[in-house]
């Protein structure tokens, strides 16, 4: 799965600046990152909206528009798959694949995520 996120990642970080008339990325560098929020919003309610409707093909396919509006956000923030992979990582040896990160750990969270440096804009 990494490989298909990072080949993902490369081609939104390729089209942000193409012209934004015949490039959908490109438009929503352009139309800014709360556009940005909002489009991969729309889309997480679409997936769980299709799993309430036990509608698997339309998860999957909704999945893969969400993971698609993920890698903008990414990218508009400076952030890269690796670093997210790096995370999960992470959390894997602490608490094991299936937890998220424990709501008691916040502070530690933002300890570590200050000391990764202030945000930038991911570079191709």
Do not use: C
């Not at 993920?70 to 040896?93: C, F, N, Q, Y």
């Amino acid at each position: 799965m990494a490989d298909s996120l990072d080949r993902l990642f490369a081609a939104v970080l390729e089209a942000r600046d193409r012209n934004p008339s015949v490039s959908r990325t490109s438009k929503l560098f352009r139309d800014g990152v709360q556009k940005m929020a909002k489009k991969l919003v729309e889309e997480a309610i679409e997936v769980g909206l299709d799993a309430v409707q036990m509608n698997r093909e339309s998860v999957v396919l909704e999945s893969a528009d969400m993971l698609y509006h993920l890698a903008v956000i990414w990218a508009e923030s400076g952030v890269t798959p690796g670093e997210v992979m790096g995370e999960l990582d992470r959390r894997e040896r602490t608490y094991g694949i299936a937890e998220k990160l424990p709501k008691h750990a916040g502070a530690a969270q933002l300890r570590r995520m200050s000391q990764l440096g202030p945000r930038r804009k991911a570079v191709s």
